[in-house]
Nanobody, 124 residues
Framework: QVQLVESGGGLVQAGGSLRLSCAASGRTFRSYVMGWFRQAPGKAREFVVSISWSGSNTYYADSVKGRFTISRDNAKNTVYLQMNSLKPEDTAVYYC?????????????????WGQGTQVTVSS
């Protein structure tokens, strides 16, 4: 069982930066693929980025590539999402997710555990 708690969301102007954190409980954190998804008002939840258990493999949605960076610290049971050059279209609730598998996935239903989400609002 893994519990995920996101933090770091907030209101930022376009072009600004935010850093999200996702703290995980459980001793097997390093065994999980971790991902970030987001859901904008009136839209379906979408994949943002994922990272392998070692941190050596990352996968980004085209919409955030070059602007967002995912990283993880297995010693701290935490995954991070550094978001730079934010745009109004990045406004959404951002969710952290964990997948008990060695393979990363962009599919929401492949993830086993979810956080409660943190709101990111980018003003124009």
């Amino acid at each position: 069982q893994v519990q995920l708690v996101e933090s770091g969301g907030g209101l930022v102007q376009a072009g600004g930066s935010l850093r999200l954190s996702c703290a995980a409980s459980g001793r097997t954190f390093r065994s999980y693929v971790m991902g970030w998804f987001r859901q904008a008002p009136g839209k379906a939840r979408e994949f943002v980025v994922s990272i392998s258990w070692s941190g050596s493999n990352t996968y980004y949605a085209d919409s955030v590539k070059g602007r967002f960076t995912i990283s993880r610290d297995n010693a701290k049971n935490t995954v991070y999402l550094q978001m730079n050059s934010l745009k109004p279209e990045d406004t959404a609730v951002y969710y952290c997710a964990a997948r008990w598998d060695v393979r990363a996935s962009v599919t929401m239903t492949d993830y086993d555990y979810w956080g409660q989400g943190t709101q990111v609002t980018v003003s124009s």
